[in-house]
């Protein structure tokens, strides 16, 4: 009966995410770790490119495994932004999950004679993952915070800030390749319910508060915002759909429950 009741469940879990659909994604091409050089152009994936004028680096992070986004002394919008068209919001209406991978750098610069310069403050080290629906009427705005007094990187959703863990933003001299720290999220939304979790790689699980109603249709990864980025590695993103029970899986469960009242 068990051996029966675990093959089923497998089958049950195996029609479940056999039908998702990835609606958007980025991925570097590189391991999340340092060493790993090599990281793909966005651009060369489906996503359009907003770049201010006052950024410092836009581009492979040497040998960090993944794309570095940095705004240096000045301050200026970048960021990456993915259209959800039609077929994807519809793909969307059961729920879906959105997984990403991303470090924060503390970066130190050489200001002549040897002396090191963080120009990197607390207050602008920080960075976006925007998802919007106009249909459903959610839009979710998660700023990535570190501190680089503690190391210590923290997540907000606009109404809460949760902290995901201390000693995790690495330090990068110049254009060297520190020990990345990198951190693994994934946003569910559960359609039923209306309702968003975010989990980490650190052991966080938090309730996530829409930030308002959407007006658009699209995903956004790096910095919404002209003051405060700093600088952060962006290893992958991925949005997928969860699919509704197929009437395979329901007929399937009903058989289970057949077969278990006849065994009794």
Not at 22 to 46: F, I, K, R
């Amino acid at each position: 009966m068990k051996t029966l009741l675990t093959t089923m469940s497998a089958l049950a879990l195996g029609a479940l995410t056999a039908n998702a659909v990835t609606l958007a994604s980025y991925d570097s091409g590189v391991a999340a770790q340092a060493g790993a050089a090599g990281a793909a152009d966005p651009t060369s994936q489906g996503w359009s490119a907003v770049i201010g004028t006052n950024t410092y680096l836009v581009g492979q992070d040497t040998g960090n495994g993944g794309w570095n986004l940095s705004d240096g002394t000045n301050s200026g919008v970048v960021y990456y932004e993915h259209s959800l068209d039609a077929a994807a919001t519809t793909e969307m209406a059961n729920g879906w999950t959105l997984d990403f991978t991303v470090a924060s750098d503390n970066d130190l610069f050489d200001t002549g004679g040897g002396s090191l310069d963080n120009w990197v403050t607390s207050s602008r080290q920080q960075a976006n993952v925007w998802i919007e629906n106009s249909t459903a009427g959610y839009f979710y705005l998660l700023t990535i915070t570190h501190d680089p007094a503690d190391g210590s990187v923290s997540i907000g959703d606009g109404t809460n800030t949760f902290l995901v863990g201390t000693d995790l933003v690495s330090q990068q001299v110049g254009d060297g390749a520190p020990a990345m720290n990198f951190i693994d999220f994934t946003l569910t939304y559960d359609a039923g319910t209306g309702t968003a979790t975010l989990t980490d790689s650190e052991g966080g699980n938090n309730a996530i508060a829409s930030a308002g109603t959407g007006s658009s249709d699209r995903l956004i990864f790096g910095t919404t915002s002209s003051g405060s980025l700093g600088s952060t590695t962006w290893n992958s993103v991925t949005l997928d759909s969860v699919p509704e029970p197929s009437s395979a899986l329901l007929t399937g469960l009903g058989g289970l429950a057949l077969i278990l009242r006849r065994r009794k």
